[in-house]
Structure formats: C-alpha cells, structure tokens
C-alpha cells in the first residue's frame, strides 16, 4: 500500500504561539513533519484570534507550511461572523492548486462546517481520505447560547452539514471526552470515531510547583464574550467584596471587555491586561496561585468541554476555579481545583475560601494537574493522529 505522507488541514483558525488563534494544527504539523508527514494547514488570513496579521498565500510561520486565505469579510460577532465563514468556504473551491501537491488525507476541523462541500469535492477530486474533527458542538452551540431555534434555516443547514460530515468521513475526530453518545447517536459508526483532546506542548509543561508569596493572585486568560461566561464573576467583583488579600488579573480582549472594565472601574485589587502570546502567559502563569475557567449551565456541557485553559493552567501547576458545576471537566476528574456553580454567590463563596487557605493547603491540586498533563501533550496525541493515518494505508 501507498504510504500517505501529504496532510492538508483545512482549519478557519488556525495560528501559532507567536501568532495567535487555534495552536493545536500547528504543533501536531511539527509532530507529523518529524514522522515525514507533509503538512499544509489552510487558514483565514483575517482572523480575530491573531495578535498581528499573517502574510497571505503560502508561507512558512514559526516552521509550519502555511496557506492563508484571503477574505473580504472579517470574522467579528453576529451574523457577520457566518458570512466570512460562508466566504472562507467558498474559497475552498478556489485553492491555488498549481502550487499545493496532491494531498493524501484531508482533514476539516470545526467550527466552521461550511468547507464540507467543498472537501468532499477535494477528496472524490484527489481520491483523498476525510478525517472530519470536531472542536466545538455546532450547531448546538448557538442553540443554547444563544437561544437560536432549531428551525433557523442556518441551524437546519449545520445540522445537515454535521450530519453528512459524519456520514461520509473516513474518520471522526473529536476534542471532547464525553461526546461519543452524541456523535455515534447520528453517525451510528462508533468504530470509526477518535477521542484527541486538546493539550499543549511539553515545551510548555513547568517542571516544578512555584510557591510564591504575598496576596493570592487569580489569573483569566481569555476572551470577553457571550460563550466566556464571565457575568456571575463580574457581578461578584461589582460588589467589591473581594476579600484585601485576593487579586484577580485579566489577560485578553473580546466584544465585551470594555463594558466588563468600565463595570469594575475604581473596585481595587483586579487588573486588565492587554492579550499576549500563548507562550508568553504560560511563562508567566506560575506567578500566579490559581487559573479561572467559567461555563454556562446549559445542557451543551453535558457532553463535555475542550477548553485549552485547562492544558495550560494545569501545565503551570495552577490549580484551577472551574465556576462549571458539575461538569465533567479536568477539575472533576482530576481534583486539580475546586468546582463550584456559576453564580455570583457560589463564585463569591469560593473566593472566600481560598482567601482563607494558605498556600500549602491548595498547592497539591496544582501538582495533581502538574501530574496530570503528561498524558496530554501535543507531542503524545499526535500519535494517535498518525495512528489513524497508518491505518489507511
């Protein structure tokens, strides 16, 4: 059999540590360039995650093959976030093929599902395998958090484009531990469906617990957004009762970050930072005593998260304030934090016990995600990735 060595990931979000956006394609291309796998990753060249722009076409960043395609429209809120989707789609149909080989497998990762005609046409054109990978529920997503109904005609379309996906894929890949119920309910194809989580690299991965002094600092490095789930721990910090001795430090930008900072103007002990690199915070977030991640209590969670905080804070020994109830998140399964309900009262009642704690007393949850992690480099799940690719061949 012909041994498949030329992978294009068609990946609307797709960057780089330095660059911004999705990170995971870039290092498992590392990973699958070691292994004499050819890698091109597609991407949008306007893009929303970036810290800086991109050249456009092909090009090399930070050692990865690279196409960036060009868009008119830019990836923002609203609908306007679906016409760039729709317009990056399209674009699929147009690559440069004069300058890309013949590719051996295809892989399309959401969220974005509209490339799908495109691919099938790409992989029946090439005689190509199809690895679709799932990163996020679409179109679940905007049902319940949004409250789109299910009779919204783009709904109706995602459904359909889920659905076939699902139907004509070689392979299935998702991010999120606990979805298989839900994916193998549509696709009735449970063998052909992968569990590859999110991670980080191990270059990322602190080799020892930092125990720092002084006031207890919380750290959030994300987006400002209706899916950041953000408004029960704003409405806490309102009050300004965050107990002297906690300090809370934001890392990020989004839609919602200037409301969120004129909100908690003049309330003393939170600080907002500009959004910086990947590999920058996780240098930075040992300096840290805990990281904060936040869901809404809606049924999508049900089948799990994929959150890439959690990777990295556990990578930097942080012990983690999950606000996710009882999600099955790496709080749950691994006791690397405390988990608690997303509300102001429950968010306030766990920031009152950690300001109560010392140190040493929470310091052995963050070893427990220090441990942990170790299964969930880049570099290991890669593995599996081209696991799927050998048994193509």
Not at 164 to 179: H, P, R, W
Not at 353 to 367: L, T, V, Y
């Amino acid at each position: 059999m012909k041994k498949l060595d030329r992978i294009w990931i068609i990946s609307q979000n797709s960057g780089t540590p330095n660059l911004g956006g999705v990170q995971r394609h870039y290092f498992f291309a590392k990973e699958f360039e070691k292994n004499n796998i050819n890698t091109t990753i597609i991407s949008c060249h306007k893009n929303h995650l970036y810290i800086q722009k991109p050249k456009k076409g092909i090009c090399e960043i930070e050692g990865v093959k690279f196409l960036q395609l060009f868009t008119f429209l830019s990836f923002s809120k609203g609908i306007s976030r679906f016409f760039q989707m729709f317009e990056f789609a399209v674009r699929i149909f147009f690559l440069p093929f004069y300058n890309l080989k013949k590719p051996d497998v295809i892989i399309l990762s959401s969220m974005s599902i509209f490339p799908l005609p495109a691919v099938l046409f790409l992989k029946k054109f090439y005689g190509a395998k199809f690895i679709f990978e799932l990163r996020d529920l679409w179109p679940l997503t905007p049902i319940y958090l949004k409250g789109v109904p299910k009779s919204n005609l783009l709904i109706k379309l995602m459904f359909y484009l889920e659905k076939l996906a699902f139907k004509k894929a070689d392979y299935i890949v998702s991010t999120i531990e606990e979805s298989r119920s839900y994916i193998d309910s549509i696709s009735n194809r449970p063998n052909k469906l992968k569990i590859i989580p999110n991670g980080t690299s191990k270059d990322f991965i602190h080799k020892k617990l930092k125990i720092n002094k002084g006031n207890i600092k919380i750290v959030y490095g994300g987006s400002f957004g209706i899916a950041n789930a953000l408004d029960p721990l704003i409405e806490f910090l309102e009050k300004n009762n965050l107990p002297e001795n906690i300090e809370f430090h934001f890392y990020g930008d989004g839609y919602e970050k200037q409301q969120v900072k004129e909100k908690l103007k003049g309330v003393k002990n939170i600080f907002f930072n500009e959004k910086i690199p990947r590999d920058q915070l996780i240098k930075i977030l040992p300096d840290f005593d805990f990281g904060y991640v936040a869901w809404h209590k809606v049924q999508l969670y049900d089948h799990g998260v994929s959150g890439q905080k959690y990777y990295d804070y556990m990578a930097s020994g942080l012990p983690i304030l999950s606000a996710s109830g009882k999600i099955k998140d790496s709080v749950f399964k691994f006791g690397c934090g405390f988990q608690f309900e997303n509300t102001p009262k429950a968010v306030e009642k766990a920031i009152l016990k950690i300001s109560k704690m010392k140190r040493q007393d929470f310091r052995s949850m963050g070893q427990n995600g220090l441990d942990q992690i170790q299964n969930y480099t880049y570099e290991n799940l890669a593995k599996n990735y081209i696991t799927i690719f050998n048994n193509f061949e």
